[in-house]
């Protein structure tokens, strides 16, 4: 796939009347001259797309017979092009990183990640979140130890991810998971994002009912209150409620903190309360990075459990 092929297009452009140039926008609706002028090739493009997830899905789920073309036929579907841009930024920021950590001790290493940390705390308001994973804890702290004693993940740390993923399983991410993950397929490093999890939403949508414009997600194409990419959802995603077990609630608490526990337990090692995601060969900074493979995330993930009152 050409990159510069990607394009912030509607799907009724390429699948019904194509619309003139100036419908081949970024998400702010202004034409940009980066984008191809050859109609023919972003149907080509598209019908390629459409056909490999439609692939991965038949390997997945065999003799289903799920579809990903309506959904890529939707009036709603697009590519976006800043999925391509984000990902160009944070290559050139890691580039920028290795360059200033060159020939530093892990000392310096780490005061660069905490003066890091401290600044994105800053910028999101960390007692905010401190406060939300407290009423969280507060509100299913019997749960909460449950979960603890069954999958032996600390209470505290899972209120402390629910806090910062979804504020306490209260807000879920206002974009289209479905164009998201598309639009990774643009990119070169991230590309298997959408390979990966594409195939599996188009699934977990046949599989409930839905269409995956509607469920709301992240930038990166997380859904849930859990805030899991969609194939860890498949895989991870449960409930302990009679009830909902066949079909857990993305957006009940308790399928929510269980979830996520039942994601951390390989990782997790619950005889290490005071390891410091500081050292590289802490056990819970090493399960952390499972979730988010940030040491910035790692030290705020951290600060937040850390500052619950048990």
Known sequence: MNRRT?????????????????????????????????????????????????????????????????????????????????????????????????????????????????????NIGIAAFIGIGQRFYDENREFLQQIQSTYKVHANYIAAFLALESKGVDEFGDHDPFNRLASYHFTRRKAELCNTHLPHLVILSYERGLNPHD???????????????????????ISLSEERKNKPDFYHPEDCIVSTANYLAPHWDITHDACHPRYNDCPLKKAILAYNKST?????????????KL
């Not at 452009?13 to 940009?32: C, F, I, K, N, P």
């Not at 800043?82 to 060159?102: F, H, L, M, P, Y």
């Not at 910035?296 to 619950?308: C, D, F, G, R, V």
Request: charged share 30%; net charge positive; with cysteine.
């Open 6 to 122: 990607f394009l912030h297009i509607t799907t009724g452009a390429v699948a019904g009347s194509l619309l003139g140039l100036d419908a081949l926008a970024d998400e702010t609706g202004r034409s940009h001259p980066a984008y191809p002028r050859k109609r023919s090739g972003l149907i080509k493009e598209k019908e390629d797309l459409v056909a490999e997830i439609n692939k991965l899905i038949e390997e997945t789920c065999p003799g289903k017979g799920y579809d990903a073309k309506q959904f890529f036929d939707d009036q709603r579907f697009r590519f976006h092009r800043s999925v391509v841009r984000g990902v160009e930024r944070s290559d050139a920021n890691t580039e920028r990183w290795k360059k200033k950590i060159k020939d530093k001790s892990e000392e310096e290493i780490f005061k660069l990640h905490v003066d890091s940390a401290r600044r994105y705390w800053a």
């Open 296 to 308: 910035k995330y790692a030290l705020t993930i951290t600060k937040i459990a850390e500052s619950i």
């Open 215 to 237: 469920i709301p997600g992240s930038t990166a194409g997380a859904i849930t209150g859990s805030q899991m990419l969609p194939k860890i959802v498949r895989d991870f995603f």
